[in-house]
């Protein structure tokens, strides 16, 4: 075996490696930015989102739509249930390791809440503020599956609290401007390979004289298959701000720009491990099998603090609203978000050596949506929309944590008025993945395997809103 195939830096790369995707996993809009802010807006697929301004999370999606509210609340729930199944087609084990399974059904069901509250201060001004989950993710693999060594659980959590304010000089135009406090907390898991760490130091010890060459394969052979785990968690606190104006050239309709900012993270995390024990030797071989393992349990898998450096990506988004008469609104929108923040992920430990860095290469995107309304009655109001998603991730550099696509939205919702107070909104919607392939290795196949084959992946959404006017 070449000595050179378990470098002691490629189990620290295995380590990095989880923390590296910190961002990663199958999410639910464009890479893990997170679209689910409203239950209002699911059912029309958030076509119009930045011009509707229809309740208050109009304050996410442009703060200058509160111009238009009462003293509202709104609180909203989706229930969103993500499916990403892997189908091998030429994988390769990691050496000294069965290849594995195909790891089951990566996602599982999330619950994303949205609360916001709008209140007006006089004609021209209003208040308000949101919270909100602008990021997110939750993935998990069978824990002996292909690709265990390059991700098995992959979770990330935000959670952000936007105060703004709204400014309307005339009937025709408002402004908005918010602040952003942004929480992110990630936790995430991977596999090593155990057992390839222990041969190249064998093998290195071995031929620095320190041990027999006959020992080198009876040690090796007892330590064939076993794997250490690595579990990280980080967190860090970040600052943003949105911004966004409507114009009103009559009361059917209505056209939005809204824009929010990137937000820098120095995520601070741990990386601890979990080793196998010595296996059952020769007397006169548990000595040597000790000294290895103690030299990589104190070495490349010692427990240390992380770093990661991450910026989110800044959106800008262009929309419109038009009530064409009694029954039916249409509704459109334009949102670029700038996924070119998202270059390397680079892990560095505390004493300021780099771990690895990670190529991800991340390109802007686009994403179009189309939406209307039906108005049944002066109660009851249906909603259907459309959209298109753009995915950052180039083929050549997806992930087991990113394994994502172009998707397509397919929307539908209703609206139930039970009184001039009380307002209920359900929305549903079924995005369709374009099949992503992968062929990932993560720069050695002895140390991650080889992960070659395809996704296939949908995602279901249901939401629950309800909206509250005060007298």
Not at 182 to 209: E, R
Not at 331 to 360: C, F, K
Request: charged share 10%; net charge neutral; proline share 5%.
């Amino acid at each position: 075996m070449n000595s050179g195939q378990f470098r002691r830096t490629r189990l620290a790369a295995a380590v990095a490696g989880a923390v590296l995707t910190m961002a990663a996993g199958q999410a639910l809009g464009s890479a893990f930015a997170l679209q689910e802010q409203s239950g209002s807006g699911l059912g029309n697929a958030f076509a119009g989102g930045a011009a509707s301004a229809e309740d208050a999370s109009t304050i996410y999606f442009n703060p200058a739509g509160m111009s238009r509210l009462p003293l509202q609340v709104v609180v909203a729930g989706s229930l969103v249930c993500p499916s990403s199944k892997f189908s091998d087609s030429g994988s390769a084990p990691a050496a000294l390791q069965p290849l594995g399974g195909s790891g089951g059904d990566a996602g599982s069901c999330a619950a994303i809440p949205a609360m916001y509250l709008s209140v007006p201060i006089n004609a021209q001004w209003a208040f308000g503020i949101g919270v909100n989950v602008p990021f997110g993710l939750k993935t998990e693999y069978d824990s002996n599956w292909i690709g265990r060594f390059q991700g098995v659980e992959s979770k990330l959590e935000t959670i952000n609290v936007n105060p703004a304010l709204s400014w309307k000089p005339s009937d025709m135009l408002s402004f908005g401007a918010g602040f952003s406090y942004q929480h992110i907390k990630a936790t995430l898991t991977n596999q090593v390979n155990y057992a390839g760490a222990i041969a190249q130091a064998a093998q290195q010890a071995a031929a620095a004289g320190q041990i027999p060459v006959a020992f080198v394969a009876p040690v090796v052979a007892a330590y064939a298959g076993s794997e250490a785990g690595a579990n990280i968690q980080g967190n860090d606190n970040g600052y943003g701000w949105n911004i966004g104006m409507m114009f009103e050239p009559d009361k059917q309709t209505r056209f939005g720009l809204a824009y929010r900012s990137s937000i820098k993270y120095t995520i601070n995390g741990s990386a601890n491990f979990s080793t196998p024990p010595v296996p059952t030797l020769p007397s006169n071989l548990v000595p040597v099998a000790t000294v290895l393992s103690t030299a990589i349990n104190n070495g490349p898998l010692v427990n240390t603090n992380v770093t990661l450096a991450l910026r989110v990506p800044s959106t800008t988004n262009a929309s419109f609203f038009r009530q064409i008469d009694n029954r039916w609104d249409v509704m459109g929108d334009v949102q670029y978000t700038d996924w070119h923040s998202v270059q390397q992920l680079q892990i560095v430990r505390s004493n300021g050596t780099a771990l690895q860095t990670v190529p991800e290469n991340f390109r802007s995107t686009w994403r179009v949506a189309g939406g209307a309304n039906y108005h049944y009655n002066d109660q009851w109001m249906f909603r259907g929309g459309l959209a298109f998603d753009q995915s950052p991730v180039n083929n050549t550099d997806r992930t087991v944590r990113l394994p994502d696509e172009d998707r397509t939205w397919f929307s539908v919702g209703a609206q139930y008025r039970m009184s001039p107070q009380w307002t209920f909104d359900f929305g549903y919607t079924f995005i369709y993945v374009q099949n992503p392939s992968i062929s990932q290795n993560q720069g050695s196949t002895n140390s991650f395997g080889l992960v070659s084959g395809t996704y296939h992946s949908n995602v279901n959404i249901a939401a629950l809103q309800v909206t509250y006017n005060f007298k």
